[in-house]
């Protein structure tokens, strides 16, 4: 697979955000935003990769955004992860994956996230469900 560059995606205020590809090889590729700098840095990064072995083997996509900023004593980093981890067998099914997938985009969109207001997005982080 391979992703088009520059990527341009929506923020939270629906402003558009061009990350272009800096880097790749079979597994992997990085995106950086434009916008950012060594100091404060926003990336996405995309891997793939396999664990397992015989008829056990899973299959992992990952797809991190990553924000550097500076702090003292030393820079913080935040890291949002999205996985996709399945057997490598006919019992999970494509359509399996674009299920699942939907189902999560359609949680953080129109369901318990939606609003990505201050409110949703604390109770997150203070671990309520």
Known sequence: MSL?????????????????????????????????????????????????KGSAIVDRHLVSYISVVP???????????????????VAVTNQMVYDGVANLIDFISAGGLATLTTTTIDALLRSET
């Open 71 to 89: 702090a003292t004593p030393a820079p913080a980093t935040l890291t949002i992860n999205f996985t996709v981890a399945a057997d490598r067998n």
């Open 4 to 52: 088009t560059s520059p990527l341009v995606v929506d923020d939270a205020s629906g402003d558009d955000v061009t990350f272009n590809r800096i880097g790749s090889d079979l597994s992997s590729a990085k995106f950086v935003d434009i916008t950012s700098n060594q100091a404060e840095s926003r990336s996405i990064l995309v891997k793939h990769g396999s664990t397992g």
